[in-house]
Structures are given as structure tokens and as C-alpha cells.
């Protein structure tokens, strides 16, 4: 007879047990190092957690944003390694300034909520970490009645949690119009068991309104001479130009990205001539008191500031209602993209966006370079992908 599997709250005492089994000083305000051991212990139980190889890309998304994150929400403590790992990224960024910055993790289960508490606790993080017990949902709102979290004030919203309450509560979050231009939106198993109506809402864009999740517009798509291409409208938002008026911008912008690329100041670099006996030209070298000569320093060449990386260009504009973002290939192509001026991790959307284009329209053996692109598959995967639909 097979032996039934732990429950999660079995799983969570039993890691509580052999954490506080070790001597203390093992893990006492060292975040890092308990994160690793309550990998190790989950690994070994197969038991489920948010596990530090999938903390790379946020750690790295927090320590690049500016001004520095102070305020975490977290949808799913479980046993609080990964809330363990935001309090220590904002100890990290702040240092002895980290007293006004907080992470607020949200767990429904009594027994998995207290060994979170004394894993906090035990890696010197209680001050900074806090751990709501209950739903969810109600504990956001109740700290946005205390002014804890405040509107536009989250810079990174996790879910972890039961996914069937990913939309719910990113809604949620929403309503209290909680997110500003560059929060961070986490959630793990998106594809397995899945939320698939979470991800169809982000990609199409939330709401809408400040605070909340950004849209995609539209996007054109401009060939190496300047000639438009593409031109699709996914969402509304902007007022609807002409057929005309696209092609006037595809032609000015190709004009102005030209300039802005050329005008890209270039560094000289500074280049040794060949040393020679200081007797055999005395308008080449210098001779030193020994005799030898000094090679004279000569300004030969210049070059960009990074070499071997072109010049981009003008490379986004934005207003108080738009953003253009522009991207371009190597082959001269470029794409360019309306969002909301508001909107986060865009170099995502543009990445996608020309893997579809690379599949449907350069691999189509009936597309010419350069020549308009009427690809019916790439306009259905483009607006599906969007809509979160494929």
C-alpha cells in the first residue's frame, strides 16, 4: 500500500523541525543561507516552493529599478523563503536605510503562516518582512484602509498563491490603483497547472487607468528605405490617423532616426607609431636620456563609444498619453510600437513580437524584403498572442 504524501502543512512543520534543529547561529541574520537550506530540505521532500533559480530574473528586475523598490506584495507566503528573499534583496539595495521599506506576504493556513513568521524571524528579517494571515484579498485591502500600502506605491506584486485568485486579486490591485510606472508583476506557474485567464488579461492590457495594467495600441513597421510596411491598431486609446498620416510618420521617423544615428557623437582613439632609434627621424619619435625612443601618441582613427555596436538612433519617445518604442534589425527594418506610456518590461513585447514576425513572415517562402507585409498568420498569432489567446 502506498504511503499517502505529507500535506502541505506537514511538509511545513517538518522543515520548521529541522531548521530550528541546527544550532541557530547557523542561519541568525543571514537570509541567504536559510533560503539555501530550505531549498536543500524541499528538495530532498519533494516539497513545493518558489526555488532560487527562479529568483535570478526578479532579483535582477529589483536591483535594476529606479529609484530603488521599498514596497513588496506577496500572494502566498507557504513557508516564506521566497518573502525571506525580498526582505534580504531590500536590505541589500538599502543597507541601514531600509527601516521605511516593507514586504507584506498574504497566507490563508494558521500552521504555514507561524513558520514563516519564525523563519523571518530567525534570518533577522521580522522588522521588514510581515506576514498576514488569512485571505488574501482582505488583508490588501485592510492594510490599504490602514495607509500601509498606499495607491502607487508597490513596485513589485507577486503571485504564488491558489492561481484561480491570480485575477482576482491582480484586479484587485488594480481597483486600489496600487501600481506605478515600473512596478513589477510576478507570478509563477502561469503555464502548469496554468491561469490562463490571468495571462489573457496582461496581455490585452488590464484596465487600464493609472495604477493598473498597461495596453498596446498599435504597431508599424517601417522597411530599410523608409516605406511603411505594416500597420495594425490592436486597442483603443489613440486617436485614429489616416492611412496618409501613417504613411507621413513611417517617412519622418525613418528621416529622424537617421539623423539622431549619425549625429552619435564618436571618440577618438588613440594609437602608438612604431618605436625607432631616436637618430633615424627626429619629426617621428622623442629621444629619452637613455638614448631610446619615446613613442608619441597619434590620434589615427575614431570610433563609436561602444565599438562594434552600432549606433541605435532615436530609440522611444514618449508624451503624457503614448510611447513610442522603436526597435530595428539589422537588416534596416524597424518596428515601432504604441503603448501606454505607463507600461513595464516593453522590450518583452518587442521580443515576441519579432519572433512571430521572424516565423510568419521571413520564413513565408511568398515574402519579399521590403515589399508590404500580408501575412494572415502573422496577424492572427500577433493579435492572439495580445489578447493572450494562443
Not at 274 to 297: E, I, Q
Request: hydrophobic share 40%.
Amino acid at each position: 500500500m502506498q504511503e499517502a504524501r505529507p500535506s502541505f502543512e506537514d511538509l511545513a512543520l517538518a522543515l520548521h523541525e529541522h531548521i530550528f534543529a541546527q544550532p541557530q547561529e547557523s542561519f541568525a541574520n543571514q537570509p541567504w543561507k536559510l533560503v539555501k537550506a530550505i531549498e536543500t530540505f524541499a528538495r530532498n521532500k519533494r516539497m513545493i516552493i518558489f526555488k532560487e533559480n527562479k529568483l535570478i530574473l526578479p532579483r535582477q528586475q529589483l536591483q535594476s529599478l529606479q529609484p530603488s523598490p521599498k514596497t513588496i506584495i506577496e500572494f502566498g507566503t507557504y513557508v516564506g523563503n521566497s518573502a525571506i528573499a525580498w526582505g534580504a534583496i531590500l536590505r541589500d539595495l538599502h543597507g541601514e536605510n531600509v527601516h521605511d521599506c516593507n514586504v507584506y506576504t498574504f497566507e490563508l493556513s494558521p500552521v504555514s503562516a507561524q513558520v514563516a513568521r519564525d523563519l523571518i524571524r530567525l534570518a533577522g528579517l521580522e522588522d521588514l518582512v510581515h506576514v498576514l494571515e488569512g485571505p488574501a484579498a482582505e488583508s490588501l485591502k485592510k492594510l490599504h484602509v490602514e495607509g500601509k500600502v498606499k495607491a502607487r506605491g508597490v513596485d513589485m506584486a507577486f503571485f504564488d498563491h491558489w492561481e484561480k485568485f491570480y485575477l482576482p486579486d491582480l484586479q484587485l490591485c488594480e481597483d486600489l490603483k496600487l501600481f506605478h510606472k515600473g512596478s513589477l508583476i510576478i507570478a509563477d506557474n502561469t503555464d502548469k497547472p496554468g491561469a490562463p485567464d490571468y495571462l489573457a488579461y496582461v496581455k490585452a492590457g488590464g484596465r487600464g487607468g493609472k495604477g493598473a495594467v498597461r495596453a498596446v495600441f498599435s504597431l508599424i513597421i517601417i522597411n530599410k528605405a523608409g516605406g511603411l510596411i505594416y500597420q495594425r491598431e490592436f486597442q483603443p486609446g489613440l486617436r485614429k490617423l489616416s492611412t496618409n498620416d501613417y504613411l507621413v510618420l513611417a517617412g519622418t521617423f525613418h528621416g529622424v532616426h537617421a539623423i539622431t544615428r549619425s549625429i552619435t557623437p564618436k571618440i577618438p582613439i588613440s594609437t602608438h607609431l612604431p618605436t625607432t632609434p631616436a637618430s633615424s627621424s627626429s619629426n617621428v619619435a622623442l629621444s629619452s636620456p637613455s638614448g631610446t625612443s619615446t613613442p608619441t601618441p597619434s590620434v589615427s582613427a575614431y570610433s563609436l563609444p561602444n565599438p562594434g555596436v552600432p549606433a541605435t538612433g532615436l530609440e522611444s519617445l514618449e508624451t503624457d498619453k503614448f510611447r513610442l518604442t522603436c526597435f530595428q534589425t539589422l537588416t534596416g527594418t524597424k518596428f515601432l510600437l504604441f503603448t501606454d506610456p505607463l507600461m513595464a518590461n516593453i522590450d518583452v513585447v518587442v521580443k515576441k513580437i519579432y519572433e512571430l514576425y521572424s516565423d510568419y513572415v521571413m520564413k513565408n517562402p511568398f515574402y519579399q524584403l521590403e515589399m508590404p507585409v500580408r501575412c494572415e498568420a502573422f496577424d492572427r498569432h500577433l493579435a492572439g498572442w495580445l489578447r493572450g489567446r494562443t
